[in-house]
């Protein structure tokens, strides 16, 4: 997470540091769009990736996050809004900051470690979220802290051997041995040491002489272990070190990405994902983005031969689709590649569904596999208003309109009624558009569609 603790003396500093802006276009990075995220962990499971992010509140002048949300995608670019199923609240000792974390699966249950401050002390702690689904809904596994030394943002990493290790620290750079429970630990706190040799030489400030800032994101790869952190301040990079055990001796390694994006602060994550290697990373690219209002965006890379990471530069398009997306199986409304204009809410039938939407706002959803061509399209919806519409396009917004779905007033906006229509010229695998038009102020929202061949 962003450095909180020594940010009052820099404030001012920051502020005139910001660097290159990315204007998000029709391009697919940031990968969410209707809200800030920040600090993305994304975690592989049953051939899904679940990115577990923090919510930056908009119009922040500070780093003000209330809770947590969850995303998922099969194919890296269509992602799906699981809503917030952890938050300050979740802690009865917690007073406020839903900072960085990560969730990691043991057992079936999923452990999601996270940093906020105690009411007891004041200070950052280290609690613990537990599921029985990576989308939750998570509850406190411990009724405190797990471990507390005023220091933040954790990374878990489970070893080939089974050990688990917690990481942590800005200023320092902590770890823990796990128990196997995930939920206690053994062998106190240690401390790494942070050498210029193992996290790099920083200039200029005598009580930091590593490039070591924060965030630490933990993993092994065909033998080796990789520690990819937030660099120097501010504004930040990103940077690795590595090493051939779990706890060092660490090797610096370089810049994975140098300090771009119009927002002071990153944050690491990388996963190997259905062939390709995918590192995630936040910036201020979205309308009103910046420091406190950060949007989650990832790439595609491959490593070096040597295991080595190369150099990275963000990008508006994002990764290439990992996979194709089935039309012909329920998706759901909140299931997004890039939308415009629409919100998402909790479900009465369960899960999200996209909100608030207004005449011209559309989502966008990549490398749909039409296959031999679709014949109908069916929408679960609900409206308060008459003679709106879903509109069902392909090759942009105003694209080559396929179909028209009226929606009727059902008497409430949770009031849930499946429309259908027919539709024409959808064949092979293309982008899809579905586009809301109607009257004036809110028109209809959507919790699921699907299309019949």
Same mark, same amino acid.
């Given at each position: 997470?962003?450095?909180? !603790?020594r940010?009052?003396?820099?404030?001012?500093?920051?502020?005139?540091?910001?660097?290159?802006?990315?204007?998000?276009?029709?391009?697919?990075?940031?990968?969410?769009?209707?809200?800030? %995220?920040?600090?993305?962990?994304?975690?592989?499971?049953?051939?899904?990736?679940?990115?577990?992010?923090?919510h930056?509140e908009?119009?922040?002048?500070?780093?003000?996050?209330?809770?947590?949300?969850?995303?998922?995608?099969?194919?890296?670019?269509?992602?799906?809004?699981?809503? *917030?199923? $952890?938050?300050?609240?979740?802690?009865?000792?917690?007073?406020?900051?839903?900072?960085?974390?990560?969730?990691?699966?043991?057992?079936?249950?999923?452990?999601?470690?996270?940093?906020?401050?105690?009411?007891?002390?004041?200070?950052?702690?280290?609690?613990?979220?537990?599921?029985? *689904?990576? %989308?939750?809904?998570?509850?406190?596994?411990l009724?405190?802290?797990?471990?507390?030394?005023?220091?933040?943002?954790?990374?878990?990493?489970?070893?080939?051997?089974?050990?688990?290790?917690?990481?942590?620290?800005?200023?320092?750079?902590?770890?823990v !041995?796990?128990?196997?429970?995930?939920?206690?630990?053994?062998?106190?706190?240690?401390?790494?040491?942070?050498t210029?040799?193992?996290?790099?030489?920083?200039?200029?400030?005598?009580?930091?002489?590593?490039?070591?800032?924060?965030?630490?994101w933990?993993?092994?790869?065909?033998?080796l272990?990789?520690?990819?952190?937030?660099?120097?301040?501010?504004?930040?990079?990103?940077?690795?070190?590595?090493?051939?055990?779990?706890?060092?001796?660490?090797?610096y390694?370089?810049?994975?990405?140098? %300090?771009?994006?119009?927002?002071?602060?990153?944050?690491?994550?990388?996963?190997?994902?259905?062939?390709?290697?995918?590192?995630?990373?936040? +910036?201020?690219?979205?309308?009103?983005?910046?420091?406190?209002?950060?949007?989650?965006?990832?790439?595609?890379?491959?490593? +070096?031969?040597?295991?080595?990471?190369?150099? $990275? +530069?963000?990008?508006?398009?994002?990764?290439?689709?990992?996979?194709?997306?089935?039309?012909?199986?329920?998706?759901e409304?909140?299931?997004?590649?890039?939308?415009?204009?629409v919100?998402?809410?909790?479900?009465?039938?369960?899960?999200?569904?996209?909100?608030?939407?207004? +005449?011209?706002?559309?989502?966008?959803?990549?490398?749909?596999?039409?296959?031999?061509?679709?014949?109908?399209?069916?929408? !679960?919806?609900?409206?308060?208003?008459?003679?709106?519409?879903?509109?069902? !396009?392909?090759?942009?917004?105003?694209?080559?309109?396929?179909?028209?779905? *009226?929606?009727?007033?059902?008497?409430?906006?949770?009031?849930?009624?499946?429309?259908?229509?027919?539709?024409?010229?959808? %064949?092979?695998?293309?982008?899809?558009?579905?586009?809301?038009?109607?009257?004036?102020s809110?028109?209809?929202?959507?919790?699921?569609?699907?299309?019949?061949?």
């Amino acid at each position: 997470m962003a450095t909180r !603790r020594r940010f009052w003396t820099t404030a001012a500093a920051v502020v005139g540091l910001v660097l290159t802006v990315i204007t998000p276009a029709k391009a697919d990075n940031p990968i969410v769009q209707h809200i800030y %995220t920040a600090d993305p962990a994304p975690l592989v499971h049953n051939g899904r990736v679940y990115l577990y992010t923090g919510h930056d509140e908009d119009g922040s002048t500070w780093f003000t996050m209330r809770e947590w949300r969850v995303w998922s995608s099969a194919d890296m670019v269509n992602w799906t809004d699981h809503g *917030s199923p $952890m938050s300050l609240a979740t802690f009865s000792w917690a007073k406020q900051d839903a900072w960085a974390g990560q969730a990691v699966e043991r057992n079936g249950k999923f452990y999601w470690y996270v940093p906020v401050v105690t009411k007891a002390t004041g200070r950052p702690a280290i609690g613990v979220g537990v599921s029985d *689904s990576p %989308t939750g809904p998570f509850r406190d596994a411990l009724g405190r802290p797990l471990v507390e030394n005023g220091e933040i943002d954790p990374s878990v990493m489970i070893d080939d051997d089974g050990q688990a290790y917690l990481y942590w620290g800005n200023p320092n750079l902590s770890y823990v !041995r796990l128990n196997a429970d995930m939920i206690s630990y053994s062998g106190g706190i240690n401390r790494i040491p942070l050498t210029t040799a193992g996290f790099g030489t920083r200039t200029g400030d005598p009580n930091r002489p590593t490039l070591y800032e924060e965030a630490p994101w933990v993993y092994k790869r065909n033998g080796l272990y990789y520690n990819v952190f937030a660099a120097k301040c501010c504004s930040e990079f990103i940077a690795y070190s590595t090493a051939p055990g779990p706890t060092g001796p660490w090797t610096y390694r370089g810049t994975v990405m140098p %300090t771009q994006g119009n927002s002071f602060t990153n944050h690491p994550g990388i996963v190997d994902f259905k062939g390709g290697s995918y590192f995630f990373y936040h +910036n201020g690219a979205l309308p009103g983005g910046g420091g406190f209002t950060r949007s989650v965006a990832v790439e595609k890379f491959s490593y +070096n031969a040597d295991g080595t990471i190369p150099t $990275m +530069n963000m990008s508006t398009t994002g990764p290439p689709p990992a996979d194709t997306l089935n039309p012909y199986v329920r998706q759901e409304g909140e299931t997004i590649a890039w939308g415009s204009g629409v919100e998402t809410e909790p479900s009465s039938e369960g899960g999200m569904n996209l909100s608030h939407l207004n +005449n011209g706002d559309y989502v966008k959803l990549k490398n749909v596999a039409f296959g031999n061509g679709a014949r109908t399209f069916t929408a !679960r919806v609900a409206s308060t208003v008459a003679g709106s519409s879903i509109e069902v !396009r392909s090759g942009g917004p105003t694209g080559a309109l396929a179909g028209t779905c *009226s929606v009727p007033n059902t008497g409430n906006w949770q009031t849930w009624t499946t429309v259908s229509c027919a539709v024409n010229g959808l %064949t092979g695998t293309r982008d899809l558009y579905l586009r809301f038009t109607g009257g004036g102020s809110y028109l209809l929202n959507v919790n699921w569609w699907q299309f019949s061949a």
